[in-house]
Nanobody
């Protein structure tokens, strides 16, 4: 029903920036809100940010607030995660997700997931 493809990951030095993209498709994807999650080896998948297609309302994890910004381009069916002032602890696989509940900060609130893109921040 909803297909998501992430891109933009890579290797960056601490203090640098990366911009992740998530291309969405499917007949009902506009009915979903979008989320960004990340997962480091041996860790649970954790919430990073979310954004609504309609209102553009955003939410951020405390660990990234002030450094990361989520946005969307409805014409391009794409959501973005601009990551600035990156730290080694930001190293993880980053996932784009789509959900349709009020639970925006937990994996339980999302039904569709992309394959992930690796972000590595060196010190």
């Amino acid at each position: 029903q909803v297909q998501l493809v992430e891109s933009g990951g890579g290797l960056v030095q601490a203090g640098g920036s990366l911009r992740l993209s998530c291309a969405a498709s499917g007949r009902t994807f506009r009915s979903y809100r979008m989320g960004w999650f990340r997962q480091a080896p041996g860790k649970e998948r954790e919430f990073v940010a979310s954004i609504s297609w309609g209102s553009g309302r955003t939410y951020y994890a405390d660990s990234v607030q002030g450094r990361f910004t989520s946005s969307r381009d409805n014409a391009k069916n794409t959501v973005y995660l601009q990551m600035n002032s990156l730290k080694p602890e930001d190293t993880a696989v980053y996932y784009c997700a789509a959900g349709n509940t009020y639970v925006y900060s937990d994996t339980r609130g999302y039904d569709y997931w992309g394959q992930g893109t690796q972000v590595t921040v060196s010190s």
